[in-house]
Antibody, heavy 117, light 111 residues
Framework: EVQLVESGGGLVQPGGSLRLSCAAS????????LSWVRQAPGKGLEWVSV???????YYADSVKGRFTISRHNSKNTIYLQMNSLRAEDTAVYYC???????????WGQGTLVTVSS | QSVLTQSPSVSGAPGQRVTISCTGS?????????VHWYQQLPGTAPKLLIY???NRPSGVPDRFSGSKSGTSASLAITGLQGDDEADYYC???????????FGTGTKVTVL
C-alpha cells in the first residue's frame, strides 16, 4: 500500500527556516516523481515544488530561491527545506506522488506550517 | 498562483446534475496538457477523482465524469448525493511555469 507521511511543521518566525519531511512506503522515491503542494488557511491548492526520478527539480515562482526540495534514497524520504519564511508561506503542506500521466494519485495527510511572530 | 479558473461555487438538489468548469490558457490546457480532478472533503487531503481528462480511479463512482475541449475542461456529477459536498479542484501542467497548476477550486453544495 502506498503511503506518504509528512512531518516537521510548526510555528516559525518570519525570516526563519524549517525542514519538512515526507516518508514514503509502498514504493521507491528514487524512481518516482514527488511534489509538495500547499494550502493556505481557507484557500485553494498551490503546487510548490517537484523532484523527478532523474533528480531534476522545479519550483513555483513564489518559493524559488527560498525553498529546496531533495530526497534521501536510503531513507525513502523527500524533504522541503524552507528558508526566509514569510507570513504568506503559512499553509498545510502536502507531499504527493505524481504518476507519469501528470496527476497526483497519493497524498500525505499534510503538516501545518505557521509563520508568525 | 492559480492559472486555472473555476467558478467559486455550484449547488444542486439531491439527484440533480451539476457541472464544474475549469478554464486555462494556451500554456496549459490549450497546449494539450491533460486535466485531472480532485475532491477535498473538509479537513482532509485531496483525493484523485478523475485523471487524464476522463478516467476514474478504482472506487470512484461513475456518477463522476470529466471532459476537455480547447482551453477548458469540465467535471460533471450526476445523481448528486449529500456526501458529494466538498471542494473540487482541476489540475494540469503549465509549460511557462514548468510545473503543475491547480484551479481556483469550486465548492459544491447539496441543497
Amino acid at each position: 500500500e502506498v503511503q506518504l507521511v509528512e512531518s516537521g511543521g510548526g510555528l516559525v518566525q518570519p525570516g526563519g527556516s524549517l525542514r519538512l519531511s515526507c516518508a514514503a512506503s509502498g514504493f521507491t522515491v528514487s524512481s518516482s516523481f514527488l511534489s509538495w503542494v500547499r494550502q493556505a488557511p481557507g484557500k485553494g491548492l498551490e503546487w510548490v515544488s517537484v523532484i523527478y526520478s532523474g533528480g531534476s527539480t522545479y519550483y513555483a515562482d513564489s518559493v524559488k530561491g527560498r525553498f529546496t526540495i531533495s530526497r534521501h534514497n536510503s531513507k525513502n524520504t523527500i524533504y522541503l527545506q524552507m528558508n526566509s519564511l514569510r507570513a504568506e508561506d503559512t499553509a498545510v503542506y502536502y507531499c504527493a506522488r505524481e504518476l507519469p500521466g501528470g496527476y497526483f494519485d497519493s497524498w500525505g495527510q499534510g503538516t501545518l506550517v505557521t509563520v508568525s511572530s | 498562483q492559480s492559472v486555472l479558473t473555476q467558478s467559486p461555487s455550484v449547488s444542486g438538489a439531491p439527484g440533480q446534475r451539476v457541472t464544474i468548469s475549469c478554464t486555462g490558457s494556451s500554456s496549459n490546457i490549450g497546449a494539450g496538457y491533460d486535466v485531472h480532478w480532485y475532491q477535498q472533503l473538509p479537513g482532509t487531503a485531496p483525493k484523485l477523482l478523475i485523471y487524464i481528462n476522463n478516467n476514474r480511479p478504482s472506487g470512484v463512482p461513475d456518477r463522476f465524469s470529466g471532459s476537455k475541449s480547447g482551453t477548458s475542461a469540465s467535471l460533471a456529477i450526476t445523481g448528486l448525493q449529500g456526501d458529494d459536498e466538498a471542494d473540487y479542484y482541476c489540475q494540469s501542467y503549465d509549460s511557462s511555469l514548468s510545473g503543475s497548476v491547480f484551479g481556483t477550486g469550486t465548492k459544491v453544495t447539496v441543497l
